[in-house]
């Protein structure tokens, strides 16, 4: 397992991908919106994985809830899995806390899960797995 992103909810995006790329030379590799997470993305590379950052399309969606009850920073990581299903039964068969078991599409175009953040030290982490045929 790898780390894939680190994921930082802020309300401007591409203000805070400028002070990325002017403070640490991270380019941006994508910028997308995910419209059934209400969501405009903007990736950055840094070495083997990426910085995500994260703007809500609305006040009403999982981010724009998130920043209104805290501050700008840090929202979830993210690690790559070989096999999402298999992974995800076996937290299930663990206990695990599961926000979804159904993958959906993240920005990257591939299948996601998250992890409730109860079940890892208060941290929400997303598990990523390749694409699906």
């Not at 002017?22 to 995910?34: I, M, N, Y």
């Not at 700008?72 to 599961?98: M, N, S, T, W, Y």
Request: glycine letters at 10%.
């Amino acid at each position: 397992m790898d780390l894939d992103h680190v994921n930082i909810a802020t309300p401007d995006a591409e203000a805070l991908a400028a002070v990325f790329g002017d403070l640490f030379g991270l380019p941006v590799t994508k910028r997308t919106e995910v419209a059934d997470q209400g969501v405009k993305v903007i990736k950055l590379a840094a070495g083997d994985a990426f910085i995500e950052l994260t703007e809500p399309t609305g006040a009403d969606t999982p981010v724009g809830r998130f920043l209104a009850k805290n501050r700008p920073g840090l929202h979830h990581i993210c690690f790559r899995v070989d096999d999402l299903r298999a992974k995800v039964a076996e937290l299930v068969e663990k206990g695990v806390a599961l926000i979804n078991t159904e993958p959906t599409i993240g920005a990257a175009g591939l299948p996601i899960v998250f992890i409730h953040p109860k079940s890892c030290g208060g941290v929400l982490v997303e598990l990523q797995g390749k694409a699906e045929s």
